[in-house]
């Protein structure tokens, strides 16, 4: 049982309040896409539209999130769609709320463009705490993702005693053993969701294992890469690996900056050569074993080095995508199997 009951009461009162006192208004795609941008700006590469004020993921954010996905008129949706909202639908039952800080995004920087600093820091006092009261519960950062945060709070110019503070926590923090999902409360049912959803398949992450590991033996034992495709990205490598030219399909995933990574590679799947589903089986066979079967830091950088030729640096970077978005590099999956 979770000790955060106290921000879960909160956060069932503000969704039975708004449940009451709202009528049941359902929207449609276009203004499901408006609302959801706003409220979840900072995931917006960039931006020119209006943005809600709220900032994640506190009980407000939270609230609204749940309500705009139920008011969302899913008779007209197609079926893409319908999968993606059912996804993120599921997202919000596991701990991703209670680490109170997206690690995708550079949260304080993007929020000073639109709040006061005393928004931004009462934002940052919430963050801290909710890491604290989560950490009761053994929801629990990684390595990576801790030196993440560290290192937006670093680089950003805002100064503050909340800065200060919630960088001394980090500093001081313990995070969990491993840097994978199977680690946190419910994360291998957590990650089995992603697994479905971006393969649009149930496959469980032994078969895959197995279908990976035969793709890997049949390529040649030094896989060419393209190492700034591989590191110099922000958005997921499954997006970064596509050739310039494919142009990114737009959706309702926020999780991923917007993007529906699954239309994009069927869309780009003509520009996909051999050489680069060889170096997507072992960039997924190092994600299953991060998410799904508890490799270490070490293993996972030992496996990308040696495999795909880099550098510390460059595995490095490519495991952090790894780590922050779990399962995407398994939307090529079709393509591996008739490989």
Partial sequence: MLRLSGMIAVLSSVLFLGACGEPDVRINVKQFEERTQSLNWFMLNSTSASIEKILPYDELYLAR???LLNSLDKAQLALNDQ???TYLTIQQRYPERY?????QANIVEKALKYFTPQQV???LKRTQMRLASARESNILLSRIEKAQLLAYLGTTKHQSNEKEALTVFLQQYRVRSGIGLSQLPNGSEWYQSKLNYYTSDVNSPHDLARLLSTVIEGAPKEITTDKQLL???VLPTALALLDVGCEHVMGLNW???FIDIRKTIEQCKEQTD???LHVVAVIAEVDLGVHAFSWSQQQAMHRLQTRLNLDEAQAYALLKSI???PATILAYLDQLKHL
């Fill in 83 to 85: 999968n993606t909202l």
């Fill in 65 to 67: 999130r749940n309500a």
């Fill in 274 to 276: 051999r050489n680069l």
């Fill in 99 to 103: 680490l109170g800080w997206p690690v």
């Fill in 323 to 325: 780590v922050f978005y």
């Fill in 231 to 233: 590191t110099s990205s």
């Fill in 121 to 123: 820091d009462a934002w």
């Fill in 255 to 257: 999780r991923d900056h």
